[in-house]
């Protein structure tokens, strides 16, 4: 027995060695399409990068903005200048509210701001937190904190990444990169914000069956958290849902049910009932505003701000 | 508590170590603790159930005695039909009352009668096709009296929720496992490295093959109306190595788990690919139901000793049965039916026990004769899977009329494998490495029972080691639960 449980320790400690070694391998000879659970993509969601390099030098704010890509999308920082705030944009893509408090935790200090405008997705509730989880460990720097996101996420996704990423921090292999202000049809404005080449969606019916809101027992401790460090803070939340098109918005059953679970936590606004907006004219996807769209609800939130001021 | 989760990774040790360590020695203690180990396993899938678990055992138990204390045939065949109809009716009521409720009401509606039965809101137990199984065997074999009834009741409680098999076999005989219930266990190194090393070729089988191959199966088989013909037949191969690797990578955790114990259970898989006819398939697939079909249903119905038209009846009989045990669905019984088709010709002429050996045993590859049978034989098991697959009888026929038709030869549509994150190509990959290890291995108890066993021992570890990242790499992080769990 005393043979068996030595041997299993050793082959336990050699697979780990190759483990970390084939790792590296995949990593560094294998295209990223071919790697399954490894997805170290930098500089490919959402200029996040470019973001949290900027985040960590930027002066204090009024405002900062968080949330999922609708934040980044859809919280234009050229506008609320137009409306005398200084602000920031801290949205990156599919964040949950793990990688929001992560975020926070890092840059609230740095930033200092009056007022956060946290976008509360209903989606990133539901949501296992491992995409953004990736974006994290790919464009922002690995520490502490990432390390228990990565524990409280618990997807092998997301620690094949952290490994990797390790690696490459640990080797500087990342040291040359710098990522294009311009990828595609999106444009990084400093800031935070980014801004989509003008297209436009074309709605297609369907008729999915309706989606309960169930979230997630970490993404609703991390709400939580967020409220609590924002309170501590002594800093002004306001939540936002920010709109999406019709189809979208109807794919859950209970949003009355969000609306007061999220009316309950603070200030709140669901601008898809506040705003009428176009599903074609407004929007360049299913759940992303065009310019257009980014105007109409800029202007309707800064408004409501001035107003309440 | 699936094999593939982190549940069952905490589980196994605790137990393992509590065997080995606290209870070393004492069989009595040993038997105790599977015993509660058994229980706490199948209560994380649903405690509810458990008392259905512990009645079963009790009613088995307890008819078994007295079968054995009554020297009365009269007494003894109550006993016997006790047993059997409560056992088959918890296993009626729970699996089938829905589906012959249904079938009953849709024959009469054709006769123009409506009626409205009661439909049974109900879950079914995990494993309990299995664990009825395990006791019906029991119960036959002391009526018979091949064996003598158990009077330890921890023992043969073991013998029935012992959990490695709890959930979904392989289905055990009171001759082969009873006995080494009640025999001192004392730990064997080789026995338990072996275990291991099959725990992890099984999980290589689920978490690499199985789980990958039932995104693409489930997409092309849940849309098959939006594909052409091509996607559909890839659709059918993804579905045939999903179940294969699925319920083979089970029987490969279960009876490497078993190892660990000291306990050695029933052979479930021998590498059922590479028959050269549907008799060796069947002597290869899922042996131990096969066997067990056998044993207790077709040599009572005379077997193959009567004219031809009684083995004819007898080989439908036995198909139809065991298609029936998978699932209250005409789909199951319709791909039994097929499958005795099958068989019908071999076993008319006389050939059925050809292939009794492994395929070009002691050679590297299979002659073209052996190539081409092997191939047939292929052909014809996937061709049935899609009864197996299918929602039902119409989605069957128009999934086998779309392969049909002429766009079996249009290029099968991206979009079948766009929509999931595996990378068909890899996958592709990963299928051929399957192939090639178990052939390499089909002469073993399973196929890498002594792959590499003459390597030096790093480069050994090495090749494990690249399991468990190939595990780790390519893995479907959706998870799923074992097919046969729903049987």
């Known amino acids: 027995m005393g043979k068996f449980i030595k041997q299993l320790l050793v082959f336990s400690i050699f697979a780990a060695v190759l483990y970390f070694v084939l790792l590296i391998v995949w990593g560094e000879c294998i295209p990223a399409a071919y790697t399954k659970n490894l997805n170290y993509s930098l500089g490919a969601y959402g200029h996040m990068y470019t973001r949290t390099r900027e985040a960590a030098k930027h002066d204090k704010v009024d405002i900062l903005f968080i949330g999922s890509s609708h934040a980044y999308r859809g919280f234009d920082t050229r506008i609320a200048a137009a409306y005398g705030y200084t602000s920031f944009n801290l949205g990156s893509s599919a964040q949950s509210p793990i990688q929001t408090k992560l975020l926070l935790d890092e840059y609230i200090d740095q930033l200092d701001p009056k007022l956060l405008i946290y976008e509360v997705y209903p989606y990133t509730f539901t949501n296992d937190g491992v995409e953004s989880s990736l974006d994290i460990i790919a464009n922002d720097k690995i520490d502490r904190a990432v390390l228990q996101m990565a524990f409280k996420i618990n997807n092998i996704k997301t620690y094949n990444s952290l490994v990797y990423g390790c690696y490459r921090a640990m080797f500087k292999r990342d040291k040359n990169f710098t990522e294009n202000k311009v990828i595609g049809l999106d444009t990084y404005i400093p800031g935070g914000f980014v801004e989509r080449e003008i297209t436009y969606n074309s709605p297609v019916i369907t008729q999915e069956k309706k989606i309960n809101w169930k979230p997630i027992h970490y993404q609703l401790d991390a709400f939580a958290k967020i409220i609590e460090l924002v309170k501590k803070k002594g800093i002004k939340l306001i939540l936002v849902q920010a709109p999406v098109t019709q189809a979208e918005f109807d794919k859950y059953s209970d949003n009355n049910k969000i609306d007061s679970f999220f009316s309950e936590k603070g200030t709140y606004y669901n601008f898809n009932k506040i705003l009428q907006l176009s599903d074609s004219a407004d929007f360049y996807n299913e759940d992303h505003l065009n310019q257009n769209g980014v105007k109409i609800f800029n202007d309707s939130l800064f408004m409501r701000l001035l107003k309440n001021k | ?487």
């Not at chain 2, 593939?4 to 209870?23: E, K, Q, R």
């Not at chain 2, 018979?144 to 709890?166: G, H, M």
């Not at chain 2, 056998?294 to 009989?317: E, V």
Request: glycine content about 6%.
């Open chain 2, 1 to 487: 508590m699936f094999f593939n989760s982190i549940d069952f990774a905490i589980f196994l040790p605790v137990v393992f170590v509590l065997y080995w360590f606290v209870t070393k020695n004492n069989l009595k203690l040993q038997n105790i603790l599977l015993l509660v180990a058994s229980y706490f396993f199948y209560a994380c899938w649903d405690y509810r159930f458990l008392f259905l678990l512990i009645f079963s055992t009790l009613l088995d138990y307890f008819t078994g005695l007295k079968m054995g204390a009554s020297e009365k045939p009269r007494s003894r065949k109550c006993w016997f039909w006790l047993s059997v109809i409560i056992n088959l009716g918890f296993l009626g009521i729970f699996k089938y009352y829905n589906f012959f409720a249904a079938s009953f009401a849709e024959a009469l509606s054709l006769l123009g009668i409506k009626t409205n039965f009661w439909v049974l809101q109900v879950i079914l137990p995990v494993g309990i096709s299995f664990y009825t199984f395990h006791g019906l065997s029991y119960v036959i074999d002391i009526y018979k009296k091949r064996i003598i009834p158990e009077r330890n009741f921890i023992e043969y409680s073991v013998f029935v929720s012992f959990f490695p098999l709890l959930v979904a076999g392989p289905i055990e005989r009171a001759t082969h496992l009873l006995p080494q219930v009640k025999q001192k266990r004392f730990f064997d190194y080789a026995k338990a490295v072996d275990g291991l090393r099959q725990i992890l070729w099984g999980l290589f089988k689920k978490i690499v093959i199985a789980d990958n191959c039932a995104e693409y199966a489930n997409n092309i088989f849940n849309n098959s109306s939006a594909y052409s013909g091509s996607t559909l037949v890839l659709g059918a191969l993804f579905f045939t190595f999903q179940i294969y690797c699925d319920f083979s990578g089970y029987s490969d955790i279960a009876l490497g788990t078993a190892r660990l114990f000291g306990i050695d259970l029933l052979r479930n898989f021998a590498f059922p690919y590479f028959s050269r006819d549907i008799a060796e398939f069947w002597r290869r697939w899922h042996i131990s139901l096969s066997t067990w079909f056998r044993d207790y249903l077709y040599i009572p119905l005379g077997g193959s000793k009567g004219g031809t038209w009684m083995k004819i009846r007898n080989t439908f009989i036995i198909f139809l049965v065991s298609g029936f045990w998978h699932g209250a669905n005409w789909t199951f019984i319709v791909w039994g039916a097929l499958n005795a088709l099958y068989f019908l010709p071999s076993m008319l002429l006389n050939t059925n026990r050809n292939n009794l050996g492994s395929v070009a045993a002691g050679k590297l590859l299979p002659s073209l004769k052996e190539l081409f049978n092997m191939g047939l034989t292929f052909t014809l098991t996937v061709f049935a899977w899609i009864f197996f697959r299918a929602e039902n009888l119409q989605h069957a026929g128009a999934y086998i009329a779309k392969i049909c038709s002429r766009s079996l030869f249009h290029m099968p549509e991206k979009a079948a494998f766009a929509s999931t994150q595996n990378n068909v190509g890899i996958m592709a990959l990963l299928i051929i490495f399957f192939i090639g290890v178990e052939w390499l291995g089909r002469e073993q108890k399973y196929a890498i029972a002594t792959f590499g066993a003459k390597w030096p021992k790093l480069l050994r570890w090495s090749f494990y080691s690249f399991l468990v990242f190939l595990m780790c790499m390519y893995m479907s992080t959706s998870g799923s639960a074992f097919i046969y769990f729903q049987f």
